[in-house]
């Protein structure tokens, strides 16, 4: 690899990686109790839970809201059956930077325990005018939890995915253009779906979808959509919303299904980079990521440790990412699923000058790349969302 990627593989000389360590089944790394996150949570043979995207009741004050929210995930998950369920990761919309600060003092009284959940922000218009702030999360079930396959399962707050242990397949952003923001999302959801029989798969196996929107006041058509595509509200998989800075209409959507059998082309363990049939094969992120593993690493939002220019945050981001893999046995052939957040063209810049020399262009993650309002960070313009496997 270039120089740069051996630089950075050179800061974790000074760490001790966990390889070869008794390993609990959930281990949070580098955790901060002033915002009630981990840097990232590795965690090993469980049940995934997918979350759709909570809302919290309008009025009162981003605290409050975020409070609602976390109270609104445990009553989805003991609705669901999985009242014990662990939370990995929380994903958090928020109107801006003064709201993520909210929802950190909030998590950091919610998860003032040993277990502290990895956590992810951007900043953007919420569908609702009246809320600040919405979250989805990742959760994982009890051990030996029951759950033998794909399962969507409906509550009062909406629906929750079940996925049995072992794999996990990320499909990157897709998009086909339509008239509607309605008709791009079933015309988007067709070629998501003709993925899915590429991969040996069937829209049983999807179970969560996040969409890129512009505007995000349409999400009410794409919602319709996915209901008349997978046959009612009680059927359509967990759907999660991020406001997109582009044209009107326009929207991306990616997908999270169940493991990839390994006839589709998917080895027995580890990741395996995939191309649909009729798509191109980029070099900086891969069309599917098969992540056939029973461990997987979900990663907190990145973002530079101090303002600066496009190139140095993105610098500054991937050096942090490499010491924290370190800690989990991974490094960057192990990457499995990227979101990148840039609020302005340099940070952008700085992140497409970067990743070739990072990624094996055999082996790059699956990617979203959005414009958005903000990163919910002071000073950033540039956040990455990672999730990657050990080796």
Not at 126 to 152: C, E, G, W, Y
Not at 261 to 283: C, I, K, N
Request: aromatic share 6%; with cysteine.
């Amino acid at each position: 690899m270039t120089s740069l990627r051996s630089a950075l593989l050179a800061l974790t000389l000074t760490l001790v990686p966990l390889l070869g360590q008794a390993q609990p089944a959930i281990h949070c790394i580098m955790p901060d109790p002033a915002t009630g996150s981990s840097k990232a949570v590795l965690f090993t043979d469980r049940a995934l839970i997918h979350t759709t995207q909570i809302l919290p009741d309008a009025g009162g004050t981003p605290a409050e809201q975020a409070a609602g929210a976390l109270r609104r995930l445990q009553t989805m998950l003991k609705e669901a059956g999985h009242a014990d369920a662990t939370a990995v990761r929380l994903e958090w919309c928020v109107q801006d930077n003064a709201t993520r600060v909210a929802v950190q003092q909030v998590m950091a009284r919610e998860f003032s325990g040993a277990h502290k959940p990895a956590a992810t922000f951007v900043a953007g218009k919420m569908r609702d005018p009246k809320i600040s702030l919405a979250l989805n999360a990742i959760a994982v079930a009890r051990p030996n939890a029951n759950v033998a396959k794909p399962t969507i399962v409906p509550t009062s707050l909406g629906n929750v995915s079940l996925l049995p242990r072992g794999g996990v397949t990320q499909v990157a952003g897709d998009l086909v253009k339509g008239a509607t923001t309605r008709e791009y999302a079933k015309n988007t959801l067709a070629s998501l779906l003709k993925s899915l029989e590429f991969l040996h798969l069937t829209k049983a196996d999807a179970v969560q979808f996040k969409v890129f929107i512009q505007p995000i006041e349409e999400a009410g058509h794409v919602i319709e959509a996915f209901q008349e595509v997978f046959g009612g509200a009680a059927a359509t998989p967990p759907i999660t919303f991020v406001e997109w800075q582009g044209t009107q209409p326009s929207l991306e959507i990616e997908m999270i299904a169940a493991a990839t059998p390994t006839q589709a082309g998917a080895v027995a363990h580890g990741v395996s980079y995939l191309t649909p049939t009729g798509m191109t094969e980029p070099t900086v992120y891969c069309r599917v990521a098969a992540a056939n593993s029973p461990s997987h690493i979900y990663v907190s939002t990145l973002t530079s440790t101090k303002p600066g220019d496009g190139a140095f945050q993105a610098r500054d981001i991937y050096a942090q990412l490499q010491v924290i893999l370190s800690q989990c046995n991974g490094n960057f052939d192990q990457l499995v699923k990227a979101t990148y957040y840039t609020s302005d063209n340099d940070g952008s810049k700085g992140l497409v000058d970067l990743r070739p020399s990072l990624y094996n262009p055999k082996r790059p993650p699956a990617a979203s790349k959005a414009g958005v309002t903000g990163t919910a960070f002071e000073g950033r313009t540039l956040s990455v969302d990672m999730i990657a496997v050990p080796r």
